[in-house]
């Protein structure tokens, strides 16, 4: 590759970066910007006035507790996915 198209490249991925980030400055969540689908599907349900049949039967005491029961959820569903790799890799290579 030339070294012209390489800086070529390097600069559209540097603007791509950091165009987002100039854009955005400032406004977070308060402003609707970064929101996510949870927040839209709830105020859509919302809207419909349908009420929970049922409640929870406990709740984190703190959004740091859910964001760590989420990630140790998030861990033990990788260490399943790879071990299942992992062998299914070791089968593969057992049989050759």
């Known amino acids: 590759m030339k070294k012209s198209t390489l800086i070529i490249l390097s ?11 100039i854009m955005y ?16 599907a709830g105020e859509a349900i919302e809207e419909t006035g ?3 049949w049922f409640s929870s039967i406990w709740e984190p005491p703190s959004g ?14 990788a260490i399943i996915i790879g071990y299942a790799f992992g062998y299914w890799r ?3 290579k057992k049989e050759e």
């Open 64 to 77: 740091e507790i859910e964001s760590l029961l989420f990630a140790l959820q998030a861990a033990i569903g």
């Open 11 to 21: 600069v559209i991925c540097i603007v791509l970066f950091i165009s987002p980030l």
């Open 90 to 92: 070791g089968q593969s």
């Open 50 to 52: 349908f009420e929970p």
């Open 25 to 40: 400055n400032g406004l977070g969540e308060d402003e609707g910007y970064f929101g996510g689908a949870d927040g839209a």
